[in-house]
Protein backbone atom coordinates (compact mmCIF):
# COMPACT_ATOMS: atom_id res chain seq x y z
CA UNK A 1 0.00 0.00 0.00
CA UNK A 2 1.05 3.46 -0.57
CA UNK A 3 0.36 5.90 2.45
CA UNK A 4 1.42 8.97 0.30
CA UNK A 5 0.72 9.75 -3.48
CA UNK A 6 3.52 9.30 -5.13
CA UNK A 7 5.48 11.84 -7.68
CA UNK A 8 5.76 10.40 -10.54
CA UNK A 9 2.30 9.87 -12.27
CA UNK A 10 1.94 6.06 -14.60
CA UNK A 11 -1.20 5.26 -16.30
CA UNK A 12 -2.87 1.96 -15.06
CA UNK A 13 -3.13 -0.74 -17.60
CA UNK A 14 -7.09 -0.56 -17.12
CA UNK A 15 -8.16 2.85 -18.78
CA UNK A 16 -4.72 3.99 -20.46
CA UNK A 17 -5.98 4.27 -23.69
CA UNK A 18 -8.82 6.57 -22.93
CA UNK A 19 -6.40 8.75 -20.83
CA UNK A 20 -4.11 9.26 -24.04
CA UNK A 21 -6.06 12.04 -24.83
CA UNK A 22 -6.96 13.83 -21.70
CA UNK A 23 -4.61 16.72 -22.49
CA UNK A 24 -6.39 17.64 -25.69
CA UNK A 25 -9.94 17.04 -24.55
CA UNK A 26 -9.47 19.73 -21.64
CA UNK A 27 -8.28 22.03 -24.48
CA UNK A 28 -11.96 21.51 -25.90
CA UNK A 29 -13.33 21.99 -22.62
CA UNK A 30 -14.22 25.59 -23.71
CA UNK A 31 -15.58 24.76 -27.27
CA UNK A 32 -18.14 22.28 -25.39
CA UNK A 33 -19.39 24.67 -23.20
CA UNK A 34 -19.66 27.02 -25.70
CA UNK A 35 -21.66 24.93 -27.90
CA UNK A 36 -23.67 23.71 -24.71
CA UNK A 37 -24.78 26.78 -23.86
CA UNK A 38 -26.72 27.66 -27.15
CA UNK A 39 -28.87 23.88 -26.86
CA UNK A 40 -32.40 24.09 -24.94
CA UNK A 41 -32.60 23.79 -21.19
CA UNK A 42 -31.76 19.81 -20.08
CA UNK A 43 -31.25 19.48 -23.53
CA UNK A 44 -30.45 15.39 -24.72
CA UNK A 45 -26.89 15.75 -24.38
CA UNK A 46 -26.82 16.68 -20.61
CA UNK A 47 -29.87 15.29 -19.64
CA UNK A 48 -30.61 12.30 -16.97
CA UNK A 49 -32.51 9.60 -19.14
CA UNK A 50 -33.05 8.54 -22.34
CA UNK A 51 -36.56 9.67 -23.87
CA UNK A 52 -37.12 5.91 -23.53
CA UNK A 53 -36.38 6.21 -19.46
CA UNK A 54 -37.90 9.18 -19.32
CA UNK A 55 -40.71 7.58 -19.61
CA UNK A 56 -41.26 4.42 -17.81
CA UNK A 57 -38.87 5.49 -14.57
CA UNK A 58 -40.83 6.70 -11.36
CA UNK A 59 -40.14 8.68 -8.89
CA UNK A 60 -39.22 5.47 -6.38
CA UNK A 61 -36.95 4.29 -9.27
CA UNK A 62 -35.07 7.92 -8.96
CA UNK A 63 -35.03 7.60 -5.58
CA UNK A 64 -33.68 4.49 -5.04
CA UNK A 65 -30.97 5.37 -7.29
CA UNK A 66 -29.75 7.66 -5.55
CA UNK A 67 -29.91 5.85 -2.27
CA UNK A 68 -27.69 3.47 -3.45
CA UNK A 69 -24.73 6.29 -3.99
CA UNK A 70 -26.18 7.50 -0.65
CA UNK A 71 -25.13 4.15 0.98
CA UNK A 72 -21.60 4.41 -1.24
CA UNK A 73 -21.02 7.82 0.13
CA UNK A 74 -22.23 7.48 3.54
CA UNK A 75 -20.28 4.53 4.41
CA UNK A 76 -16.79 5.72 3.43
CA UNK A 77 -17.28 8.64 5.40
CA UNK A 78 -18.76 6.63 8.31
CA UNK A 79 -15.88 4.61 8.21
CA UNK A 80 -13.15 7.33 7.73
CA UNK A 81 -13.88 9.46 10.65
CA UNK A 82 -15.61 6.52 13.01
CA UNK A 83 -13.80 3.32 11.78
CA UNK A 84 -17.08 1.90 11.21
CA UNK A 85 -19.99 2.11 8.92
CA UNK A 86 -23.36 2.60 9.45
CA UNK A 87 -25.88 0.81 11.89
CA UNK A 88 -28.03 -2.06 10.78
CA UNK A 89 -31.32 -0.53 10.85
CA UNK A 90 -30.16 1.12 7.73
CA UNK A 91 -29.24 -1.09 5.51
CA UNK A 92 -32.27 -3.67 4.92
CA UNK A 93 -35.00 -3.53 1.97
CA UNK A 94 -35.53 -5.33 -1.40
CA UNK A 95 -32.83 -6.61 -3.19
CA UNK A 96 -29.77 -8.74 -2.35
CA UNK A 97 -27.92 -7.06 1.08
CA UNK A 98 -24.48 -6.42 0.56
CA UNK A 99 -21.37 -5.72 2.72
CA UNK A 100 -19.16 -3.67 3.13
CA UNK A 101 -15.25 -4.46 1.63
CA UNK A 102 -12.64 -2.66 3.61
CA UNK A 103 -13.02 1.02 5.26
CA UNK A 104 -11.05 1.94 8.78
CA UNK A 105 -10.49 5.13 10.45
CA UNK A 106 -8.30 8.46 9.01
CA UNK A 107 -6.21 10.20 11.60
CA UNK A 108 -6.96 13.58 10.92
CA UNK A 109 -4.93 14.99 13.84
CA UNK A 110 -2.58 16.40 11.26
CA UNK A 111 -5.27 18.70 10.01
CA UNK A 112 -7.82 18.94 13.23
CA UNK A 113 -10.32 21.47 10.94
CA UNK A 114 -10.47 18.95 7.80
CA UNK A 115 -11.77 16.60 10.59
CA UNK A 116 -14.17 17.94 12.14
CA UNK A 117 -15.72 19.10 8.20
CA UNK A 118 -15.09 15.18 7.76
CA UNK A 119 -17.57 14.40 10.60
CA UNK A 120 -20.26 17.19 9.73
CA UNK A 121 -20.23 15.34 6.07
CA UNK A 122 -19.93 12.12 7.54
CA UNK A 123 -23.42 13.11 9.47
CA UNK A 124 -25.21 14.52 6.27
CA UNK A 125 -24.55 11.19 4.20
CA UNK A 126 -26.11 9.05 7.08
CA UNK A 127 -29.01 11.68 7.35
CA UNK A 128 -29.71 11.39 3.77
CA UNK A 129 -29.80 7.72 3.45
CA UNK A 130 -31.80 7.65 6.74
CA UNK A 131 -34.52 10.39 4.82
CA UNK A 132 -34.61 8.63 1.47
CA UNK A 133 -34.83 5.24 3.37
CA UNK A 134 -38.03 6.96 5.33
CA UNK A 135 -39.58 8.50 1.88
CA UNK A 136 -39.72 5.25 0.38
CA UNK A 137 -41.10 3.56 3.47
CA UNK A 138 -40.38 -0.08 4.16
CA UNK A 139 -42.23 -1.80 0.83
CA UNK A 140 -40.18 0.00 -2.06
CA UNK A 141 -36.74 0.94 -0.44
CA UNK A 142 -33.85 -0.75 -2.00
CA UNK A 143 -31.13 -2.55 0.55
CA UNK A 144 -27.55 -1.70 0.83
CA UNK A 145 -25.52 -3.79 -1.90
CA UNK A 146 -22.04 -4.86 -1.81
CA UNK A 147 -19.41 -1.94 -1.35
CA UNK A 148 -16.07 -2.09 -2.20
CA UNK A 149 -14.41 0.77 -0.49
CA UNK A 150 -11.00 -1.29 0.01
CA UNK A 151 -7.24 -0.39 -0.14
CA UNK A 152 -6.47 -3.12 -2.41
CA UNK A 153 -4.62 -3.00 -5.07
CA UNK A 154 -7.31 -4.55 -7.31
CA UNK A 155 -10.10 -2.78 -5.26
CA UNK A 156 -12.24 0.57 -6.77
CA UNK A 157 -10.34 3.14 -5.17
CA UNK A 158 -6.88 1.92 -6.70
CA UNK A 159 -8.17 1.05 -10.14
CA UNK A 160 -9.50 5.09 -10.32
CA UNK A 161 -6.00 5.92 -8.80
CA UNK A 162 -3.73 4.26 -10.90
CA UNK A 163 -6.26 5.46 -14.42
CA UNK A 164 -5.48 8.61 -12.37
CA UNK A 165 -1.57 8.50 -12.90
CA UNK A 166 -1.92 9.02 -8.58
CA UNK A 167 -0.24 5.35 -8.28
CA UNK A 168 1.55 3.18 -10.98
CA UNK A 169 -0.39 0.28 -12.49
CA UNK A 170 -0.52 -2.62 -9.97
CA UNK A 171 -0.20 -0.31 -7.04
CA UNK A 172 -2.63 -0.09 -4.15
CA UNK A 173 -3.71 3.61 -2.90
CA UNK A 174 -4.88 3.94 0.34
CA UNK A 175 -7.41 6.36 1.15
CA UNK A 176 -7.40 6.18 5.02
CA UNK A 177 -3.61 6.17 5.00
CA UNK A 178 -3.39 10.05 5.19
CA UNK A 179 -5.63 13.04 4.88
CA UNK A 180 -4.40 14.01 1.45
CA UNK A 181 -5.82 10.54 0.19
CA UNK A 182 -8.63 11.22 1.98
CA UNK A 183 -9.43 14.41 -0.13
CA UNK A 184 -8.52 12.56 -3.26
CA UNK A 185 -11.18 9.61 -2.59
CA UNK A 186 -13.95 11.84 -1.32
CA UNK A 187 -13.49 14.16 -4.62
CA UNK A 188 -13.78 11.00 -6.67
CA UNK A 189 -17.31 10.52 -5.54
CA UNK A 190 -18.71 14.16 -4.71
CA UNK A 191 -18.65 15.63 -7.87
CA UNK A 192 -20.63 12.78 -9.25
CA UNK A 193 -23.27 13.26 -6.88
CA UNK A 194 -23.98 16.71 -7.58
CA UNK A 195 -24.20 15.70 -11.38
CA UNK A 196 -26.32 13.02 -11.08
CA UNK A 197 -29.20 15.04 -8.59
CA UNK A 198 -28.57 17.50 -11.30
CA UNK A 199 -29.82 15.75 -13.56
CA UNK A 200 -32.36 13.65 -11.74
CA UNK A 201 -34.30 16.76 -11.07
CA UNK A 202 -36.19 16.91 -14.50
CA UNK A 203 -37.81 13.69 -14.32
CA UNK A 204 -39.25 13.96 -10.54
CA UNK A 205 -43.45 14.21 -10.84
CA UNK A 206 -43.80 14.97 -7.46
CA UNK A 207 -42.89 18.53 -6.19
CA UNK A 208 -41.98 17.08 -2.45
CA UNK A 209 -39.75 15.22 -3.78
CA UNK A 210 -38.27 17.56 -6.44
CA UNK A 211 -37.56 20.07 -2.87
CA UNK A 212 -36.01 17.08 -1.15
CA UNK A 213 -33.99 16.17 -4.39
CA UNK A 214 -33.07 19.69 -4.48
CA UNK A 215 -31.88 20.15 -0.66
CA UNK A 216 -29.70 17.36 -1.08
CA UNK A 217 -28.48 18.51 -4.17
CA UNK A 218 -27.47 21.75 -2.18
CA UNK A 219 -25.86 19.47 0.78
CA UNK A 220 -23.99 17.06 -2.28
CA UNK A 221 -22.46 20.70 -3.95
CA UNK A 222 -21.92 22.18 -1.05
CA UNK A 223 -19.71 18.94 0.29
CA UNK A 224 -17.67 19.11 -3.54
CA UNK A 225 -17.16 22.58 -3.15
CA UNK A 226 -15.58 22.31 0.59
CA UNK A 227 -13.43 19.06 -0.50
CA UNK A 228 -12.25 20.99 -3.75
CA UNK A 229 -11.59 23.90 -1.17
CA UNK A 230 -9.43 21.57 0.80
CA UNK A 231 -7.28 19.90 -2.29
CA UNK A 232 -6.64 23.46 -3.83
CA UNK A 233 -5.65 24.83 -0.81
CA UNK A 234 -3.29 22.39 0.11
CA UNK A 235 -2.35 22.00 -3.59
CA UNK A 236 -0.42 25.39 -2.95
CA UNK A 237 2.14 23.44 -1.00
CA UNK A 238 1.74 20.46 -2.81
CA UNK A 239 1.52 21.15 -6.58
CA UNK A 240 0.83 16.70 -7.14
CA UNK A 241 -2.65 17.40 -5.07
CA UNK A 242 -3.87 19.60 -8.31
CA UNK A 243 -2.35 17.43 -10.81
CA UNK A 244 -4.24 14.13 -8.95
CA UNK A 245 -7.01 15.72 -8.90
CA UNK A 246 -7.15 16.62 -12.80
CA UNK A 247 -5.86 13.27 -13.25
CA UNK A 248 -9.58 11.44 -11.05
CA UNK A 249 -11.43 14.38 -13.19
CA UNK A 250 -10.06 12.97 -16.83
CA UNK A 251 -10.74 9.83 -15.63
CA UNK A 252 -14.27 9.85 -14.53
CA UNK A 253 -14.19 11.93 -18.27
CA UNK A 254 -12.99 9.01 -19.76
CA UNK A 255 -15.34 6.65 -18.57
CA UNK A 256 -18.71 8.86 -19.17
CA UNK A 257 -18.55 9.33 -22.70
CA UNK A 258 -17.27 11.70 -25.50
CA UNK A 259 -17.91 15.06 -24.30
CA UNK A 260 -15.55 16.60 -21.82
CA UNK A 261 -17.66 18.21 -19.21
CA UNK A 262 -15.29 16.88 -15.74
CA UNK A 263 -13.30 19.71 -14.71
CA UNK A 264 -10.26 19.60 -12.41
CA UNK A 265 -9.08 21.85 -9.61
CA UNK A 266 -6.11 23.26 -11.91
CA UNK A 267 -6.16 26.84 -11.60
CA UNK A 268 -6.71 29.40 -14.65
CA UNK A 269 -7.22 33.31 -15.22
CA UNK A 270 -10.15 35.36 -15.81
CA UNK A 271 -9.59 39.25 -17.83
CA UNK A 272 -11.70 42.04 -16.39
CA UNK A 273 -12.26 45.44 -18.37
CA UNK A 274 -11.02 48.65 -16.31
CA UNK A 275 -12.29 51.86 -16.09
CA UNK A 276 -9.88 53.22 -18.44
CA UNK A 277 -10.73 50.62 -21.34
CA UNK A 278 -7.58 48.89 -20.35
CA UNK A 279 -7.90 45.19 -19.59
CA UNK A 280 -6.49 43.00 -16.47
CA UNK A 281 -5.71 38.95 -16.60
CA UNK A 282 -6.40 37.78 -12.65
CA UNK A 283 -5.40 34.23 -11.54
CA UNK A 284 -8.89 32.54 -10.42
CA UNK A 285 -9.57 29.29 -8.91
CA UNK A 286 -11.72 26.45 -10.37
CA UNK A 287 -13.69 25.84 -6.88
CA UNK A 288 -16.91 25.33 -8.62
CA UNK A 289 -16.69 23.27 -12.13
CA UNK A 290 -19.94 24.85 -14.50
CA UNK A 291 -20.31 25.70 -18.15
CA UNK A 292 -19.89 29.67 -19.34
CA UNK A 293 -23.21 30.19 -17.69
CA UNK A 294 -22.05 29.37 -14.31
CA UNK A 295 -24.45 26.36 -14.31
CA UNK A 296 -23.19 22.55 -13.21
CA UNK A 297 -23.62 20.17 -15.68
CA UNK A 298 -25.56 16.97 -15.42
CA UNK A 299 -25.01 12.94 -16.05
CA UNK A 300 -27.25 10.70 -16.73
CA UNK A 301 -27.62 7.16 -14.46
CA UNK A 302 -25.72 5.73 -17.31
CA UNK A 303 -23.06 7.86 -17.21
CA UNK A 304 -23.04 7.65 -13.27
CA UNK A 305 -22.87 4.17 -13.42
CA UNK A 306 -20.18 4.33 -15.79
CA UNK A 307 -17.94 5.79 -13.20
CA UNK A 308 -19.48 3.69 -10.34
CA UNK A 309 -18.82 1.28 -11.79
CA UNK A 310 -15.48 2.35 -13.47
CA UNK A 311 -16.54 0.54 -16.66
CA UNK A 312 -16.97 2.72 -20.58
CA UNK A 313 -19.17 -0.11 -21.30
CA UNK A 314 -22.57 -1.49 -20.66
CA UNK A 315 -22.26 -2.93 -17.16
CA UNK A 316 -24.49 -3.97 -13.84
CA UNK A 317 -21.37 -4.73 -11.58
CA UNK A 318 -18.55 -3.48 -10.78
CA UNK A 319 -15.78 -1.19 -9.71
CA UNK A 320 -17.65 0.70 -5.89
CA UNK A 321 -20.21 -2.05 -6.68
CA UNK A 322 -19.08 -5.46 -7.30
CA UNK A 323 -22.24 -6.97 -7.42
CA UNK A 324 -24.21 -4.12 -8.56
CA UNK A 325 -26.67 -1.78 -7.57
CA UNK A 326 -30.61 -2.62 -6.09
CA UNK A 327 -33.69 -1.11 -7.92
CA UNK A 328 -34.62 -1.00 -11.71
CA UNK A 329 -31.87 1.50 -12.69
CA UNK A 330 -28.47 -0.92 -12.74
CA UNK A 331 -27.15 -0.60 -16.10
CA UNK A 332 -24.06 1.83 -17.03
CA UNK A 333 -24.05 3.27 -20.85
CA UNK A 334 -21.62 1.48 -23.59
CA UNK A 335 -19.75 4.76 -24.41
Known sequence: MTPNPIAAPTDSAELADMLEDRATRRADRRAFFKAAAGAAVAGAALGWASAAEAQTVTDADILNFALNLEYLEAQFYSFAVNGAGLGPTLLTGSGKQGAVTGGRAVDFSG??????????????????????RGQLGTATVVAQPALDISASATGAFSK????AGIVAAGVAFDPYASIDNFLLAAYVFEDVGVTAYKGAAPLITSKAYLEAAAGILAVEAYHAATLRTQLFNRGQTNANLITYAQGISDAR?????????????T???????NADATTTTLAVSNIVPTDQNAVV????????????????????????????VNGTIATSTAE
Request: proline letters at 4%; zero cysteines.
Open 111 to 132: DPIIGRMAREIAADEAAHVAYL
Open 160 to 163: VAQA
Open 267 to 273: PGSTTIT
Open 253 to 265: DSLDGATDIDQGI
Open 297 to 324: YSRTTGQVLNIAYITSTAATVGGFFPAG
